[in-house]
């Protein structure tokens, strides 16, 4: 299909299916790094108190995407041929502990009280959805696909914000740090590179079924940072 036979990994940075995916799925994938609540913080613009709303509900997401990381490990412990598959994501959910951390204390720092916080309609949805992926019918092609995606469009907007021409208030840097860095940048690609891998040897049905969710996954980033305009 895309020509890599040399490659053990299914492809290369240009040639695998995720890029492929990339390329054809430009457009939504803008929509989910570019969106306008990104592109004010970019541009020093933004509104703190949707800043307050989306590190509420993040907060509540990430409990959620905790217990769906851990789910795509058993996957990967279970169907992975490659044995790395499982080392990379056991120092992700790792991460994920300091993460919940970073959100309290972030938190703290806003005055933002995260224990009376109920998820909005988007985020009840997007969790939804995450469940549904957590079922042991779905293949670790779409899973670990999935999960590339979620952490990835978080990784390319909030990189976006710390480039040298933009105006990202300071009190908002660390935030974007967070998942701006690039040593998350590089995890991204890891999760890339296994994520093409899989899809090299999946079945037809199952490489059609994994962009439809990538596609899910980009249409969800969206409504929820459409929840930080309250
Ligand atoms: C909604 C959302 N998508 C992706 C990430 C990345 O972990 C996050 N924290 N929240």
Redesign the pocket.
Known sequence: MEGGESKKDGGDECGGTIEIWLRKHALNFTRATRHPFILSIRDGSVDIASFKRWLEQ?YL??RA?VAFAASVLIKACKESENGSDMEVLLQGISA?SD?LAWFKSEAEKWGVSLSGVSPQPANLS?CRFLDSLMSQEVEYTVAITAFWA??T??QDSFAYCLEVESKTPHELKETCKR?GNAAFGHYCRTLQKMANRQLHKAPGDVIKKTEATFLQVLD??ID?WNMSHG
Do not use: M, N, Q
């Open positions: 993040d997401f990430v995407f994920l993460e997007y979620i952490e469009v978080y998942w969800k980033e929820f």
